[in-house]
């Protein structure tokens, strides 16, 4: 079962031929579990019991417009989590104190690469603690959309910086792409990571420019057919944008090339009139205008989309019924993003797709947010702030260990799992990260994962009294299946776990139903606990071993 070559396996056999035909009409067919648990292990971190029960009382539409409302922004900054281990803060902030409010004071590297990784905890307790709204998973997608990396920058991009942008890219993750566009070319952790604060009319840097168009907006598509000429002028455009020596945006009119500026017929030749002075700023909105003018910008971001929340291939078939009309959608909206996202999460595409068995490997952060949210891992109370850090580092560690760093995404295109062909997502399971990922399920439901005396474990007495009918064996393992599962499985497979794993070597289903009522009519019987716990224990450990589990 520890086995990536047959993990790899199972998803190929999952894998069947795309439904032909679907579009993005609205879909009007069945919305129970199946439907409900595709929607949300899709949208958010894992599909919790309360969560599908909740979605039931609404309608298909209802449920995906509220998870497309979005929330609040945090009522929390991150913190200092790193004086514990006696390092002492330089600038004087205190263990459990917030290094947010001492500006952009840039001391040394040491110090950065600690709050750097202190805002990595944080920003984990973030996405563990989503709600019913995508707006944390949207924000995770548009953070690898434009994929920074801090590890390679804590000699010259304060820490601050990444939550500033963390907090930009929350802001606008369900609004307007093309502000958000705007609001990332202009931040100051953009402009150093690709170099944009040294983009002078004397001397043009072309990074920023030829990101922008390659990997943020039209990409490298069939149609996408931007010069390098496109990529020099769109340079000259964005110069004079820079920061100052306490790592603030601002325009330096002196370093802007005010001349026009002529682009390809592939933007319909467009010229972009120069500016001098302070005017010569408005140029970029110029710029994005005539990107955003282009039909191959819209298809471009609904494929990264659909390659995120729907499936990594797509077919000439795909390309014609979904991302074209889409793209369309997404246009006549003026990339208004929550409109894009509510057509194709409405669409009979996307729930057709719940039918075909047609799954994507789990990210490494669906599988461990997922794990502790679908199993309702009891957490540290809110006030418990140390403990709190603990859990989000110790997620984040073995985030790491499986190679989706969020803050250290290793390319610019992204994590390689959402764009590299012809593997794709399969990229997430190798040798290494499946044996890790066996591991961390074994100990979660057995031991628990535990640092510094706090711990997080599976509590399956728990999860199973969240169920309809825990006392009978044959619907509990319906039930768990459909919150763990995605596909179903065989009934000779549920008859052996029920046998094998339930009633012990036993074909009575009365064994299972009788521990259980000895169970819950006197919980603190200890005998009575442990003859279920075991049991249950060994359940949830099989079903999380096998490939299954690992398909979202």
């Not at 497309?68 to 009522?75: N, R």
């Not at 302070?278 to 494929?303: H, Q, W, Y």
């Not at 009309?325 to 057709?352: C, M, N, W």
């Amino acid at each position: 079962m520890g086995n990536p070559t047959l993990m790899k396996g199972v998803l190929r056999a999952r894998a069947k031929p795309m439904f032909y035909g679907t579009g993005i009409d609205e879909y009007t067919g069945e919305w129970d579990t199946p439907q409900i648990t595709h929607l949300l292990k899709r949208t958010l971190f894992g599909a919790k019991v309360d969560d599908v029960n909740y979605f039931k009382s609404l309608t298909m539409s209802q449920a995906v417009d509220q998870l497309l409302t979005e929330t609040p922004a945090p009522t929390t900054v991150p913190l200092n989590n790193y004086s514990s281990d006696g390092y002492t803060d330089p600038t004087g902030v205190g263990a459990w104190q917030t290094w947010i409010n001492t500006g952009t004071d840039f001391i040394n590297a040491d110090m950065n690469q600690k709050r750097a990784d202190s805002l990595r905890c944080w920003w984990m307790g973030q996405m563990l603690n989503t709600g019913r709204s995508i707006h944390e998973k949207m924000t995770l997608f548009w953070h690898n959309h434009f994929a920074p990396d801090a590890s390679q920058h804590y000699l010259d991009i304060p820490a601050k910086l990444w939550f500033n942008q963390y907090l930009t890219l929350r802001a606008n993750a369900l609004g307007n792409l093309q502000q958000l566009v705007k609001q990332i070319t202009l931040d100051p952790a953009m402009l150093i990571f690709l170099n944009g604060n040294t983009n002078q009319k004397t001397s043009p840097n072309e990074n920023y420019g030829r990101e922008l168009q390659e990997l943020y907006t039209v990409g490298k598509g069939p149609d996408s057919h931007y010069t390098e000429g496109d990529v020099e002028t769109a340079a000259r455009v964005l110069t004079g944008h820079t920061v100052d020596t306490d790592f603030n945006y601002y325009f330096d009119p002196a370093q802007h090339d005010d001349k026009n500026k002529s682009f390809s017929d592939f933007y319909a030749d467009t010229i972009i009139t120069g500016r001098s002075g302070p005017a010569g700023a408005n140029e970029v909105d110029d710029l994005l205008t005539m990107i955003f003018n282009t039909t191959e910008s819209a298809k471009f971001i609904c494929r990264e989309l659909y390659n995120f929340f729907v499936y990594y291939k797509i077919t000439p078939d795909v390309e014609t019924n979904v991302i074209t009309p889409l793209a369309q959608v997404f246009r006549d909206s003026g990339y208004d993003i929550k409109t894009v996202l509510s057509t194709l999460f409405k669409s009979e595409h996307f729930f057709t797709i719940s039918y075909s068995g047609a799954c994507i490997i789990k990210s490494p952060l669906d599988f461990l947010l997922g794990l502790c949210r679908e199993f309702d891992v009891k957490m540290p109370t809110p006030d418990d702030v140390s403990s709190n850090y603990t859990v989000w580092l110790m997620l984040l560690q073995h985030a790491t260990v499986l190679q989706q760093e969020i803050l250290s995404i290793p390319l610019v295109a992204g994590w390689y799992a959402y764009y590299e062909a012809p593997a794709f997502h399969e990229l997430w399971i190798n040798s290494v990260t499946y044996t890790e990922r066996n591991a961390y399920t074994d100990m979660m439901i057995s031991t628990g994962d535990m640092m510094n005396m706090v711990s997080m474990i599976i509590d399956p007495l728990a999860f199973a009294q969240k169920l309809s009918n825990p006392s009978d064996p044959n619907q509990l393992i319906d039930d768990s299946l459909d919150i763990l599962y995605r596909v179903p499985i065989l009934d000779k497979s549920k008859t052996y776990l029920k046998e094998t794993l339930l009633l012990t070597g036993q074909t009575n289903d009365y064994y299972w139903t009788q521990a259980w009522a000895n169970y819950t009519s006197n919980p603190s019987d200890e005998i009575a606990k442990q003859t279920v716990l075991t049991r249950l224990q060994s359940l949830y450990k099989y079903l999380m071993n096998l490939p299954e589990y690992h398909l979202s």
